[in-house]
């Protein structure tokens, strides 16, 4: 009985020994089959890989000197790589997707399903109505008057405004979609009437400086900039917003910008986006200065129509929006629309034109003279001055 009992243990033993024997050599196995596919599978979808950096672009990113397009790399993807760092102490490479458009990539696509079109009444030939690839893109920046710039320009006959932010050049989106699934989602347009999107992240992702460019090289720019204290104010209306949204407790202010401790102001989370130099300086190594044009955004809330019109000359377009198109809101406290073929009033909904904190002028100045030296470089670089604090 006891010869039987260890003769089963014996033969036990030897079946797990064979077992993981056989399972080690199946991974070596696959390792050697699906290790390079996987990696050149991660690199089209540009996951980083070992020592890489992801691809999501940052202020640092101005530093970029010199980009090439891999020479082997075919196809619809472009790796461009980059000897420099993506962040401060970040070394090595770094790769960024590229999607240079093929052959009927930009076509006019048509819409499905039919939308409200504004403009029908003129048409004489319903073929024509189709989305278009934007000629115009609003690139930013965040909390500067973005919406209603857009909802503005959208009064001029030739001007269509895309109503919502595709994102489409920032990775998030761009690592997903094609280029003809951002053409089909265009708003319809006639031929000879420019289509305008926005998307604030562009002009802090500095890769879709590069991919917009890819996209179309002569197309035009537009840059909002507004008062950083300001701005960063509006940003922090909206974070009080969202955070009421989801029954979270919501920090002042000066809380979230000043380190009581450190008796400093929080750098990092207000410089990303409110000092606009580097963004800009980027936006400049890529496309040419008189394809860019900076808005006023504290010009547009005061006189919007000094910002339209100078849009209308930079677009190449008559002067169609008129004092009778917009009009000051008493109880909006902002300007609104008047529709003319309608004859409707509309304002921005209520995320636009909020209440914000009450901020004591003290700290308000504190703020703008620690953004100063940031203010001043973005003067420099720009050859303007702007009413800023
Ligand atoms: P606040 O809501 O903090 O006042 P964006 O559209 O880029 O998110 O910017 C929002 C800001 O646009 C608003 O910030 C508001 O100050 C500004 N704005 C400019 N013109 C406006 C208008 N006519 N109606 C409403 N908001 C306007």
New binding site residues.
Partial sequence: MRHYVRLQVSSLVTLCLCLVLTSALLTSLLTMRFSAPLERMARGMLLPIKGEVTSSGSRHDARVESLYVEPHFSGEFRKIMTSQPRTAGQEGNRSVLIRHPKKNDLDPQPVKPRKRFPHAGNVTDEDQILSRAPKCILMGF???????LLEFLDLHPKIISLDWEPDYFCDRMYQKYDLKWYVKRMPPSLPDQITIEKS?CYIVEHDAHHRIHAFNSSLKVLV?VRDPVTRL??EH??YASCQRYWGKTTQSFENRFYNNFTGQFKTEMILKVGDYTPHFQHLLQVFPRDQILIVD?DK??TN?LSQLSRIETFLGLQHEISREDLYFDRE?G???MHLRQTGERR??GK????Q?EQVNDQFKKKLANFLKPYKEKFFELVGDKFNWM
């Fill in positions: 965040a909390k500067c008057g973005t919406s209603a604030p909002l104010m509006s209306a909206h955004g547009l809330i919007p909006k902002f300007y609104c304002c921005m995320s636009k034109g909020r914000h």
